[in-house]
T-cell receptor, first 109, second 112 residues
Framework: GQNIDQPTEMTATEGAIVQINCTYQTSGFNGLFWYQQHAGEAPTFLSYNVLDGLEEKGRFSSFLSRSKGYSYLLLKELQMKDSASYLCAVRDVRTALIFGKGTTLSVSS | DGGITQSPKYLFRKEGQNVTLSCEQNLNHDAMYWYRQDPGQGLRLIYYSQIVNDFQKGDIAEGYSVSREKKESFPLTVTSAQKNPTAFYLC???????????FGPGTRLTVT
């Protein structure tokens, strides 16, 4: 079966670092994505990992371990505008995305 | 401007009526997708199309239909057979050979 798990909610304070974990079990794997989604809006692309290791892009980094079926999104120097849902998704053999339920991050001052 | 448009942003229908949601893209992307999102849930794949005149069922296709007569258009019809049609519907597209999907702004459908 297809299963993607991530925590439902997380809280953090401005300026802090937060790590959002994602574990997956899918019938095929063609890459793992992280999207950010503000309430009522469309998801926007944050990162893509297809090989093991860390990908860094500004304040955001994403890590992948294919053997463990595990990824995390690391957000540094948190800002209030980072309050959003973060969606982990796996691209399967159909080229479509299988999404987790999302992690709602609340950043407080 | 290049992008994906979905209209309208909010749509209201009575139970038992079919309704068609539009999705248009001028990005010249080959692949297009329809997802549904319910509160507290991730996106679930309804239908996808990788080329014109061809489409495949996703994970929750029952009660939905699509067509892909033109490269830039991928309309989704929510039929009366769909038991819980109220949801946020997102259309996405992707160029051939690319991994990234670009999302439209979404249509929030409410059926009463």
């Amino acid at each position: 079966g297809q299963n993607i798990d991530q925590p439902t909610e997380m809280t953090a304070t401005e300026g802090a670092i937060v790590q959002i974990n994602c574990t997956y079990q899918t019938s095929g794997f063609n890459g793992l994505f992280w999207y950010q989604q503000h309430a009522g809006e469309a998801p926007t692309f944050l990162s893509y990992n297809v090989l093991d290791g860390l990908e860094e892009k500004g304040r955001f980094s994403s890590f992948l371990s294919r053997s463990k079926g595990y990824s995390y999104l690391l957000l540094k120097e948190l800002q209030m505008k980072d309050s959003a849902s973060y969606l982990c998704a796996v691209r399967d053999v159909r080229t479509a995305l299988i999404f987790g339920k999302g992690t709602t991050l609340s950043v407080s001052s | 401007d290049g992008g994906i448009t979905q209209s309208p942003k909010y749509l209201f229908r009575k139970e038992g009526q079919n309704v068609t949601l539009s999705c248009e893209q001028n990005l010249n992307h080959d692949a297009m997708y329809w997802y549904r999102q319910d509160p507290g849930q991730g996106l679930r794949l309804i239908y996808y199309s990788q080329i014109v005149n061809d489409f495949q069922k996703g994970d929750i296709a029952e009660g939905y239909s699509v067509s892909r007569e033109k490269k830039e258009s991928f309309p989704l019809t929510v039929t009366s057979a769909q038991k819980n049609p109220t949801a946020f519907y997102l259309c996405a597209s992707s160029p051939q050979g690319s991994y990234e999907q670009y999302f439209g702004p979404g249509t929030r459908l409410t059926v009463t």
